[in-house]
């Protein structure tokens, strides 16, 4: 009966009560596609980073800091037997990193170089361009870098490095392709050689910095030099550089919530002291108090409800268009380095998260929507009728 | 005897008023019997709307006591009170105070959503309600669409639709015309007379009082005159 | 069979043409004991050419052994108060504008000192030729106006960072002119030129040095000693972390 009251004064209330129901099918299209592009940013970030980089884990070198280059010179050993049984299976890949400096037109920049073997196929990078042999050394680059280093393909550029012992050496490497990788962590600052040709350079025969991993289920137990990383704690940053993302992303939504709970509050507001008389009639007719600000709060909950099904129809086709095409950040944005940004990102919805937004909605509104009817306990009918405030 | 519906005693009801207190009602001692037809009459300010609001348990008096239905008014929580209302006693106002974002159905349909009358027997009432009233072509209406004859029968038909004990009007004809107040008014006498339902009014209006079988007047919140009318008898 | 014979009296010729060249290893020490002192004390000018522009620093230095170092920038305005500590392989750089000391390791030690074509790295390089390196002279040559000895050095570890180095030292004074440093796989990486050279007490010093990162453009970073003293007595607490801050 309550909701059926409350049902009538929402078609009653017409234009008000529509506004009111778009503004929160509003909010909540907003929360749900954020978060749906966060889901889909981390899914698609989490894909680059397995297809290019990462693998399904990896087995470092125990010394090894992506950070500190300084570690770069102690961090690699002899690739161990049963991991090398897997590369030869073609289910491993191994990685050898070393500190360098190029000098394209005379500029000197500091890179990471890093070798891979030309042959390998199951990370996305063109790595068979490495293999063509020559008197250079045939090198890839990804197109950030090149943009940054101003190289171009075919280009001629002088690299010095010390060799494992600590000499200095040069060569001179050309650009054999640059690539597009979305996965900018295989492009940033570095160059890709093949690696016994680096393994050669470095005067490090068979050695690697890690290992790429197919599949986390067949690691081999090795030695206390090498430790695996699975494809979670290698993503870490990313996982928490989303969740300060998410967190700032719910802080403006808390606050788009908050706009259209005051939308809701003042209509409630508003409505209890217009409608005082109303009230004092519905008391007359023999509603208890309890029943007119169940029917009241009824309401509020109502513009929620009806505001989920007006978000999921006007929703439907952002969510679609979202879920299916993307969104491709601006060309500007993709020189910030943020991973999983540099192709379109697909947006992934979850139920949970769905559920989430409508029941956190209809509560907040259910409570907002509540909260002014509390003075309608206080409201005498007489007065009421008479359209006094008690 | 006629069955005792209503009984006052000794009621009186002050009001703070200022420093000290305002009294509307002074010593009211009445009956009203089942089947009655009475009208209180008096100025305004005499204390006709609080006795009606405090027989209709929307008020409470200060001292003495008031028996509804057999029930002490006084003792009833919000709730209970809320019932009475809602079964037994139906309100009939000077401004009709019809809901207006609901339809004419839906406003005399209201009482018995409350009563958790199952649909189809709540269609039956209202139609029939609205048959006594004859606006059974306005029933898709809102109240803003109405003259104010029309709303008054609306809001008679509202009080009537859940058949109460008691019917009190306060100033019903008060905003209409002659024609609508005879109207009006006849409407009440037919109810009133088919139904035994008791009617208790309050007014000032000259053309009501032939309608009356009893008249009550009430001067600066005494009983001055309490008279039976013969002639509508 | 001829051809042989003809060989073999070449390469006696060219033994004995050798033999006249002193032992290289001798002349490595001699240099090392011309260049090192005890301690110095020296005012310095560095003016770096780059591309754009060129900048112009004054420090003072203060050196014990090859192990410690301690220099102040005095000029330009912008880098005064900048000062540099070093401390065996440690090395601290203390800045003015930040009131901070910093510890220069890792990857920046691959920078250039004050945009210079001298990295940090260059600085904490070891300064004895003759215990790096092996000496063999490889012939003779005017060098603008001097009488020098060319020299090849090949390191005799594999872990320093220059497996070869070509000087053409001074036949009379012990100082090199000019040198040349070379990748392992033979690329030459950098060159040092002395312009100037002066006379202090019975040694003589390079007083003017250019030295070029031959990978990189530009004209090189031009180092000018005005004043330099050999083993006076510095006191110990000029290379502590201390005196960074005062």
Known sequence: MIWKLAWRNIQGAGLRSLINIIIIALVMIGIIWSQGMYEGWMRTAERESREWLNGDGRITHKLYDRFDPFSWDKSFEQIPENIQDLVDKGTAVPVLITSGTIYPEGRMISLIVKGIPAGQQFLKLPTAVLADGGDDIPALIGSNMAKSSHLKEGDIVTLRWRDMHGAFNAADIRIAAIMKTPYLEADNGQVWMDLERLQLMKDAPKTATFIVIKDAGDVPQTSDAWTFESIDFLLRDMHAMMKTEKTYGYLMFALLILLAMIAIFDTQVLAVFKRRKEIGIFAALGMTQKQIIRMFTAEGMLYAVFASVAAGILGMPLFIYFGTVGYRMPESYQDFGIEGLSEAVIFYYTPAMIISTVIIVVVITAFVSWIPTLRIARLKPTDALRGRMG | ?233 | MRKIYLTIIGVIILTALFAEYPDGNVILGRIDANMNARTTKSTTTMIVQTRRATRTMESINWSQGSEKSFSEYTAPARERGTKMLKDGDNLWIFDPSTDRTIQISGNMLKQSVMGSDLSYEDFMEETSLRDNYSAVVKGELVHEGRDTWIMELTAKKSTTSYQKIVLYVDKERYVPLYEERYAKGGKLLKTTRVQEVMQSGNRWYPQKILYKDELKDGKGTLFIINKIEFDVKIPAHIFSKASLKK
Do not use: C
């Open chain 2, 1 to 233: 005897m006629k069955e005792i519906l209503i009984s006052t005693r000794k009621m009186t009801k002050h009001y703070p008023a200022g420093e000290g207190k305002f009294t509307a009602l002074k010593d009211i001692t009445l009956d009203f019997g089942k089947g009655e037809f009475t009208g209180i009459v008096g100025p305004s300010g005499s204390g006709k709307t609080t006795l009606l609001n405090i027989i209709g348990s929307l008020d409470t008096q200060s001292e003495g006591e008031v028996i509804v239905l057999g029930r002490d008014i006084s003792s009833l929580t919000t709730k209970e009170s809320a019932a009475l209302r809602s079964r037994d006693i139906g309100f009939i106002f000077q401004t009709y105070n019809l809901l207006p974002v609901y339809s004419v159905y839906e406003n005399v349909e209201f009482p018995l959503l409350l009563l958790k009358m199952p649909e189809a027997d709540r269609k039956k009432a209202v139609t029939e309600a609205l048959e006594w009233v004859g606006l059974t072509a306005k029933i898709k209406s809102r109240p803003g669409q109405l003259s104010g004859g029309e709303s008054q029968r609306v809001a008679i038909a509202r009080a009537m639709v859940k058949k109460p004990h008691i019917i009190l009007a306060d100033e019903p004809t008060a905003n209409l015309d002659t024609e609508n107040s005879m109207n009006v008014l006849q409407t009440m006498q037919n109810l009133n007379r088919d139904m035994g339902t008791t009617f208790i009014f309050s007014t000032h209006d000259a053309k009501v009082i032939g309608f009356l079988q009893r008249k009550i007047t009430l001067v600066d919140g005494m009983v001055a005159s309490d008279e039976i009318n013969g002639a509508a008898g």
